[in-house]
């Protein structure tokens, strides 16, 4: 079994270098990693994502979120979504409400059609802004009329926020901002790809 030796010194430093340069050996010009390409998986997901994304876009702002029957949720359901390629770390930080909230939105006494006129103009103002996390709060009221035992905002958020091309995630928030009364939004800022 052979001993440890110490660290070499300059002198066999020196030699070792030479003898590499010797047989040709050149240095590396960065440290980095070369991660090769993508999977083919997520290069497609990555497309289709931009072709959606570039559909929306060229859609009239009133098309992006639907107007149509929604599924119910309960008043006390937690809310929770996020795009299939979004780090489970950023979206445990979004259920713990790490990410701080950049502005708000309160939907409180406003039909279904103002309700989705306002929530598309606040994400549309909040991306223009490069705001990075929104708070829009929907309630968790039941509608009066008898057929609509569900509250008919926080069903109809729910819907609209999973079609809006911007929105990553969302999920319900704290206690202290709404708890389920309420949705922590997490936005794609302009320019940026996951």
């Known amino acids: 079994m052979s001993q440890r030796r110490g660290h070499p010194d300059d002198s066999e430093v020196s030699l070792f270098r030479q003898a590499l340069a010797d047989a040709g050996v050149k240095p590396i010009s960065s440290n980095r990693a070369d991660p090769g390409k993508p999977k083919q998986r997520r290069q497609e997901a990555l497309a289709e994502r931009r072709a959606a994304a570039l559909e929306a876009g060229s859609h009239q702002l009133s098309s992006r979120t639907s107007d149509g029957r929604v599924e119910p949720v309960r008043p006390s359901e937690w809310l929770d979504f996020s795009v299939p390629d ?48 929104v708070l829009v709060v929907h309630g968790k009221a039941r509608s009066i009329s008898g057929s609509d035992a569900y509250p008919v905002i926080k069903s109809h958020v729910n819907a609209w926020l999973r079609e809006w091309p911007s929105v990553l995630a969302f ?22 790809s996951l």
């Open 86 to 133: 979004l780090p489970q770390r950023t979206r445990s930080q979004l259920k713990r409400g790490s990410i701080a909230w950049e502005a708000g939105l309160d939907l409180h006494g406003y039909t279904v059609d103002e309700a989705r006129a306002e929530l598309e103009s606040f994400l549309a103002e909040a991306r223009a802004q490069r705001a990075r996390c």
């Open 171 to 192: 999920c319900s928030a704290r206690e202290l901002d709404g708890g389920s009364g309420a949705v922590y939004v997490l936005l794609r800022r302009r320019g940026e």
